[in-house]
C-alpha cells in the first residue's frame, strides 16, 4: 500500500503557483519522498525528489518539513500544460515504487 | 538517448488468446519494472527484472502472468488466455540501478491492450 496522503483533486489557475499538498507520518530515516505526474494516460513523468532538504530544479520545488512528515510540490507558474494526476511517492526498502491515487490536478485558464 | 520503448502501442486480443508486450529499457538500465492500470485507476506493481532474474513479483497475478528479462532482447510481459479483466494500460519503467536509493524511473508510453 501507498504510504502516503494526497488530496484527490486541486484547481490552480493559470500563471499562479500550484502546492500541492503531500503528507508521509510513517516515513523512516533512509526514505526518500519522490514526486511523478501523468498527463491523460500518458507514462509517468518524474518531477523531483528529496530527502531531508528542500530541492528545486527546470520543473518544480520540493519543501519537506523538518520532521519530514509532510512535503508540498510548488509548480511556480502553472500553465494549462501542467493539468495531470501527481504523485507523492514514498521509496519503500524494496526499491520498487508503490503509487498512490494522487491528486489531479487542474490548470484553469 | 532514446527513452523507454514498449511496443506495440496498442494490442487487441480474444478472450482465450496470447499477449505478448515488449519493453526495450533505456540504454545501459539493467533494471525493468511493470505497471498495470486499470481505466480511471492508479497505477499499481507487477514485477522487478533485472536481466535473467526476476527481483520481485509480488504484484504478479498468480496465474496466467509471466515475465522475463533475457539477457539479449527486450523485457516481454506475457499474459496467456486473456481475459476481458485484463484490459488496462500496460507501462513500463527502467533505471540504472545505482545501488541508492535515489534513483528514479524512466516510464515507457505504454500498451493498451484491450480484450474483446
Known amino acids: 500500500d501507498a504510504k502516503t496522503t494526497q488530496p484527490t483533486s486541486m484547481d490552480c489557475a493559470e500563471g499562479r503557483a500550484a502546492n500541492l499538498p503531500c503528507n508521509h507520518s510513517t516515513i523512516s530515516g533512509n526514505e526518500y519522498v519522490y514526486w511523478y505526474r501523468q498527463i491523460h494516460s500518458q507514462g509517468p513523468q518524474y518531477i523531483i525528489h528529496?530527502?531531508?532538504n528542500n530541492e528545486t530544479n527546470e520543473m518544480a520545488s520540493l519543501i519537506i518539513t523538518e520532521d519530514r512528515k509532510s512535503s508540498t510540490l510548488i509548480l511556480p507558474h502553472a500553465t494549462l500544460r501542467d493539468t495531470a494526476v501527481y504523485y507523492c511517492?514514498?521509496?519503500?526498502?524494496?526499491?520498487?515504487?508503490?503509487f498512490g491515487k494522487g491528486t489531479r490536478l487542474h490548470i484553469l485558464p | 538517448n532514446a527513452g523507454v520503448m514498449q511496443n506495440p502501442r496498442h494490442l487487441v486480443r480474444r478472450r482465450g488468446q496470447e499477449a505478448r508486450l515488449r519493453c526495450s529499457p533505456m540504454?545501459?538500465?539493467?533494471?525493468v519494472y511493470w505497471y498495470r492500470q486499470l481505466p480511471e485507476e492508479g497505477l499499481k506493481f507487477m514485477v522487478y527484472?533485472?536481466?535473467?532474474?526476476?527481483?520481485?513479483e509480488s504484484g504478479m497475478p498468480k496465474e496466467r502472468f509471466s515475465a522475463e528479462f533475457p539477457k539479449e532482447g527486450p523485457s516481454i510481459l506475457r499474459i496467456q488466455q486473456v481475459v476481458r479483466g485484463d484490459s488496462a494500460a500496460y507501462f513500463c519503467?527502467?533505471?540504472?540501478?545505482?545501488?541508492?536509493?535515489?534513483?528514479?524511473?524512466?516510464f515507457g508510453s505504454g500498451t493498451q491492450l484491450s480484450v474483446l
Open positions: 527484472l533485472q536481466k535473467e532474474n526476476i527481483i520481485d
Open positions: 540504454k545501459g538500465h539493467s533494471h
Open positions: 519503467a527502467s533505471s540504472p540501478f545505482t545501488g541508492a536509493l535515489n534513483e528514479k524511473l524512466f
Open positions: 511517492i514514498v521509496r519503500d526498502r524494496d526499491d520498487k515504487i508503490i
Open positions: 528529496g530527502l531531508k
